[in-house]
């Protein structure tokens, strides 16, 4: 089986991220916030690649190596893209794909960070060092098996069979088959929110190259383009395909 120019039937769970962890900063607790959280003209200083833990025991990576800033849950695979925009007091907001804040950066670097349960938000405190997140290289033979798996959890998810295919491309494979597994969270999430009707809409999902990451529903065909050369931001979230599933986006 060959990456190119071939559709792969199945699907994903879970995503390559790995890398070297950071390593972990030296002196007390205290000294390490007063070191590294500064505010420089509504830039966050603070340390670039770190894990957190919010006040309902949330625990998350922040990686801001990158051009855009990531942020990865210890208890799911998904990887969030977020964009930083200016808030009022000196404050950033990070926000999803959607335009929804995850995170607050204060100005005097405390986070605070936003979710369905939490959605007026809980503070976050810093919890030590923390591996970046990245995307490794796949096989072709190892993408077809993840997408095997995404398939056959978002049809578990929809109680009937959901295609996945793809046209993947060296280039392509990893960042396809990190789109599938969150294909394959969008199903659960439906599935567990009482959207049977919208995910009776959906028989297959494609994966398709593309300059920029986009989704659309048509005619059963759930079609994701992946941007290749965006790295995990070339790819849209499980949040951006339940909108477009529920036909609101």
């Known amino acids: 089986m060959t990456a190119t120019g071939r559709a792969i039937t199945g699907a994903l769970l879970g995503v390559a991220i790995a890398g070297a962890a950071m390593p972990a900063a030296a002196g007390p607790a205290d000294k390490l ?8 003209g509504g830039e966050v200083v603070g340390p670039p690649l770190a894990r957190y833990v919010s006040e309902e025991g949330r625990v998350f990576i922040l990686d801001r190596t990158q051009p855009a800033p990531m942020l990865k849950f210890e208890d799911s695979p998904e990887v969030w893209v977020l964009a930083p925009s200016p808030a009022p007091r000196g404050d950033v907001i990070y926000k999803n794909d959607l335009g929804e ?7 005097l670097g405390g986070y605070t960070l936003f979710t369905d349960d939490r ?12 591996p970046p997140l990245r995307l490794l290289g796949l096989s072709p033979q190892a993408l077809g098996e993840r997408m095997l798996q995404a398939s056959i959890r978002s049809g578990r998810a929809a109680r009937r069979p959901v295609v996945f295919e793809a046209e993947a491309t060296p280039a392509s494979a990893a960042l396809i088959a990190d789109a599938a597994t969150i294909a394959s969270l969008a ?13 009776a809409r959906v028989g297959k999902v494609q994966f398709t190259e593309g300059r920029k990451a986009a989704a659309a529903l048509s005619n059963g065909v759930l079609r994701v383009v992946v941007s290749p050369t965006q790295g995990l931001a070339g790819r849209p979230s499980s949040e951006r395909l339940v909108s477009v599933m529920r036909g609101a986006r």
Not at 101 to 107: C, D, F, H
Not at 187 to 199: P, T, V, W
């Open 33 to 40: 916030r007063e070191g590294l959280f500064r505010h420089r």
């Open 101 to 107: 804040p995850v995170l607050r950066a204060t100005r």
């Open 119 to 130: 959605p007026s938000g809980e503070a976050v405190s810093l919890a030590g060092a923390a």
């Open 187 to 199: 199903f659960l999430r439906l599935a567990a929110d009482g959207g049977r009707a919208s995910l």
